[in-house]
T-cell receptor
Framework: DSGVTQTPKHLITATGQRVTLRCSPR?????VYWYQQSLDQGLQFLIQ???????AKGNILERFSAQQFPDLHSELNLSSLELGDSALYFC???????????FGQGTRLTVV | AQTVTQSQPEMSVQEAETVTLSCTYD???????LFWYKQPPSRQMILVIR??????QNATENRFSVNFQKAAKSFSLKISDSQLGDAAMYFC???????????FGTGTLLAVQP
């Protein structure tokens, strides 16, 4: 158990819908990262938050957004969903000054 | 831009034998970190081993060790005394350090034969 909790584990939704994925980082970790794993794109970095502030952005679509709340949990919002958004979405966290990311179990999103 | 290449899509090893997974990367930075992550069928991403580029000594974690060649930009993972539980997808990852975002290779699927 990495200590990073993601909910839900599985999500099935229709095209055009909006979903929210939730992540609770390890206790004390200030950084949260979101990654997408798909068959055609592999593992890709989406976005990083550090103590509530956006720190870095990767290949994140404009239809996607994220935030980190004062209690350090984070949410990834995916809207106007398309079939191609079907993927495994990972959240990871790391401690300040530590270059070691620990991953949650992921949310499997299926868009039908 | 930094890239990570894993040229072995699949590998196979006999139980109790040793296997080496290859990884090369490209970067213009001098300070960075390299990782190997394991992804078993459960899909959980598990950190196996970590190497700081400024350290010449190769990292070791029990049966897992790396061969880090900074000049060649090579970072291979050696698994000794392979066990059935080692069967998984293995990802090599690069972290430039500034933002701590990871750049992953495409992975190597390791099968362990009993």
């Amino acid at each position: 158990d990495s200590g990073v909790t993601q909910t839900p584990k599985h999500l099935i939704t229709a095209t055009g819908q909006r979903v929210t994925l939730r992540c609770s980082p390890r206790s004390g970790d200030l950084s949260v990262y979101w990654y997408q794993q798909s068959l055609d794109q592999g593992l890709q970095f989406l976005i990083q938050y550090y103590n509530g502030e956006e720190r870095a952005k990767g290949n994140i679509l404009e239809r996607f957004s994220a935030q980190q709340f004062p209690d350090l949990h984070s949410e990834l919002n995916l809207s106007s969903l398309e079939l191609g958004d079907s993927a495994l979405y990972f959240c990871a966290s790391s401690a300040s000054g530590k270059n070691e990311a620990f991953f949650g179990q992921g949310t499997r999103l299926t868009v039908v | 831009a930094q890239t990570v290449t894993q040229s072995q899509p699949e590998m196979s090893v006999q139980e109790a034998e040793t296997v080496t997974l290859s990884c090369t990367y490209d970067t213009s930075e001098s300070d960075y970190y390299l990782f190997w992550y394991k992804q078993p069928p459960s899909r959980q991403m598990i950190l196996v081993i970590r190497q700081e580029a400024y350290k010449q000594q190769n990292a070791t974690e029990n049966r897992f060790s790396v061969n880090f060649q900074k000049a060649a930009k090579s970072f291979s993972l050696k698994i000794s005394d392979s066990q059935l539980g080692d069967a998984a997808m293995y990802f090599c990852a690069y972290d430039g350090g500034a933002t701590n975002k990871l750049i992953f290779g495409t992975g190597t699927l390791l099968a362990v034969q009993p």
